[in-house]
Protein backbone atom coordinates (compact mmCIF):
# COMPACT_ATOMS: atom_id res chain seq x y z
CA UNK A 1 0.00 0.00 0.00
CA UNK A 2 1.36 3.24 -0.35
CA UNK A 3 3.18 5.31 0.46
CA UNK A 4 5.44 2.85 1.78
CA UNK A 5 4.99 -0.06 0.05
CA UNK A 6 3.16 -2.23 3.14
CA UNK A 7 2.10 -5.28 2.41
CA UNK A 8 -1.94 -5.64 3.45
CA UNK A 9 -2.68 -8.65 4.81
CA UNK A 10 -6.46 -10.46 4.25
CA UNK A 11 -6.88 -14.14 4.81
CA UNK A 12 -10.09 -16.19 4.42
CA UNK A 13 -12.75 -16.19 7.06
CA UNK A 14 -12.68 -19.64 8.79
CA UNK A 15 -16.51 -19.87 8.33
CA UNK A 16 -18.12 -21.20 5.31
CA UNK A 17 -19.60 -18.26 2.98
CA UNK A 18 -22.81 -16.95 2.00
CA UNK A 19 -23.01 -18.24 -1.43
CA UNK A 20 -21.27 -20.13 -4.09
CA UNK A 21 -20.05 -18.04 -7.40
CA UNK A 22 -19.14 -19.61 -10.34
CA UNK A 23 -15.75 -18.96 -11.58
CA UNK A 24 -15.02 -20.06 -15.21
CA UNK A 25 -11.77 -20.61 -13.97
CA UNK A 26 -9.47 -23.17 -11.60
CA UNK A 27 -6.73 -21.38 -10.63
CA UNK A 28 -6.96 -20.51 -6.53
CA UNK A 29 -4.68 -17.51 -6.76
CA UNK A 30 -6.11 -16.17 -9.36
CA UNK A 31 -9.47 -16.48 -7.32
CA UNK A 32 -7.88 -14.85 -4.14
CA UNK A 33 -6.33 -12.04 -6.44
CA UNK A 34 -9.91 -11.19 -7.85
CA UNK A 35 -11.40 -11.57 -4.17
CA UNK A 36 -8.56 -9.14 -3.17
CA UNK A 37 -9.26 -7.10 -5.53
CA UNK A 38 -13.20 -6.89 -5.12
CA UNK A 39 -12.95 -6.16 -1.54
CA UNK A 40 -10.50 -3.30 -2.38
CA UNK A 41 -12.64 -1.68 -4.60
CA UNK A 42 -15.07 -1.21 -1.93
CA UNK A 43 -12.77 -0.90 0.50
CA UNK A 44 -15.54 2.08 2.45
CA UNK A 45 -17.71 -1.00 3.31
CA UNK A 46 -14.91 -2.74 4.67
CA UNK A 47 -15.90 -3.89 8.52
CA UNK A 48 -13.45 -6.27 9.54
CA UNK A 49 -11.58 -4.25 12.54
CA UNK A 50 -7.98 -5.95 11.21
CA UNK A 51 -7.90 -5.03 7.66
CA UNK A 52 -9.51 -0.96 8.74
CA UNK A 53 -6.80 -1.15 11.24
CA UNK A 54 -3.95 -1.71 8.24
CA UNK A 55 -5.93 0.82 5.46
CA UNK A 56 -6.09 3.60 8.03
CA UNK A 57 -2.48 3.07 9.21
CA UNK A 58 -1.87 3.48 5.27
CA UNK A 59 -4.15 6.79 5.00
Known amino acids: ?16 GQGQVFLPFEDERLS ?3 SK ?3 LA ?3 GITDE ?3 AQ ?3 GA
Open 37 to 39: AFL
Open 50 to 52: SIR
Open 1 to 16: MEPDGAYLCVVPARRP
Open 32 to 34: LIL
Open 55 to 57: IER
Open 42 to 44: ADA
